[in-house]
C-alpha cells in the first residue's frame, strides 16, 4: 500500500540550472498538491492539479514555476534557472478527490538546494 | 484570506504531563479542519479531521477538539516518542481544495 512517492529526496543546482521535482500519487488518488517549506516557516500552497488539468495555481510564482500532472505518469513541478531564493523542501501531496473537504496525504518531500 | 495562528510555538513537557495545543482560525466558511504531525526531515503525516464545531475526534494519547474560532489538540501523557511538530490546517467552504497551514508547534516530551 503505497503512499505518496517522491523524487528525488534531495536535489542540488547551481544557480541558472533547472530543477524537476517529480511525485507519483497514492493508489487510486488521481488529484495532486504542491506546498513549499522554508525553514522555520508554514507549508504553502503553491498549485492543486487533477489529471491533465491545473484547477488552482494561486500560490504558484508567476516566473519560473511550472507544474503538470499528465495522463500517465507522476507529477512535475519544474523550476527554471533556478535562484538561491528558491532552496527550499517540497512537499506533495495526493487525495481521492471524493471528499468535501479532502484529505491530502503527503510524501516524504524534495529538499532543494540552489548553489 | 484564510488565517491559521498556531500557538505555543514551542512547548517542552515531561514524560506524562498533559497539555494542549492551540489553533485559531479565521476562514471564510469553514469546510473542514486538518491535524498533522511532522517529524524532522519528513512529509506531514494525517491525524485528524474535523467539520463542525463540537466535534472531537481521538487516536491514542491525541484528542482534537473544535469550536467556532479555534481547535485544540489535547495530549495526555506524552510519551518521548510524541515529540514532533503538529500542524493545523483548514479549507474553507470556496470552490476548490486550497488548504491553509498554521507554522505549527514544535513540541519535545522529554524522558
Known amino acids: 500500500n503505497a503512499g505518496v512517492m517522491q523524487n528525488p529526496r534531495h536535489l542540488v543546482r547551481r544557480r541558472g540550472q533547472e530543477a524537476r521535482l517529480r511525485c507519483s500519487p497514492m493508489?487510486?488518488?488521481?488529484?495532486v498538491y504542491w506546498y513549499r517549506q522554508l525553514p522555520e516557516e508554514g507549508l504553502k500552497f503553491m498549485v492543486y492539479l487533477q489529471k491533465e488539468n491545473i484547477i488552482d495555481e494561486s500560490g504558484m510564482p508567476k516566473e519560473r514555476f511550472s507544474a503538470e500532472f499528465p495522463k500517465e505518469g507522476p507529477s512535475i513541478l519544474r523550476i527554471q534557472q533556478v535562484v538561491r531564493g528558491d532552496s527550499a523542501a517540497y512537499f506533495c501531496?495526493?487525495?481521492?478527490?471524493?471528499?468535501?473537504?479532502?484529505?491530502?496525504?503527503f510524501g516524504p518531500g524534495t529538499r532543494l538546494t540552489v548553489l | 484570506e484564510d488565517q491559521v495562528t498556531q500557538s505555543p510555538e514551542a512547548l517542552r513537557l515531561q514524560e506524562g504531563e498533559s497539555s494542549s495545543l492551540n489553533c485559531s482560525y479565521t476562514v471564510s466558511g469553514l469546510r473542514g479542519l486538518f491535524w498533522y504531525r511532522q517529524d524532522p526531515g519528513k512529509g506531514p503525516e494525517f491525524l485528524f479531521t474535523?467539520?463542525?464545531a463540537g466535534e472531537e475526534k481521538e487516536k491514542e494519547r491525541l484528542k482534537a477538539t473544535l469550536t467556532k474560532k479555534e481547535s485544540f489538540l489535547h495530549i495526555t501523557a506524552p510519551k518521548p516518542e510524541d515529540s514532533a511538530t503538529y500542524l493545523c490546517a483548514v479549507i474553507n467552504s470556496g470552490g476548490y481544495q486550497k488548504v491553509t497551514f498554521g507554522t505549527g508547534t514544535k513540541l519535545q516530551v522529554i524522558p
Open positions: 493508489k487510486g488518488h488521481s488529484h
Open positions: 501531496a495526493s487525495s481521492q478527490g471524493t471528499g468535501i473537504p479532502d484529505t491530502q496525504y
Open positions: 474535523l467539520y463542525s
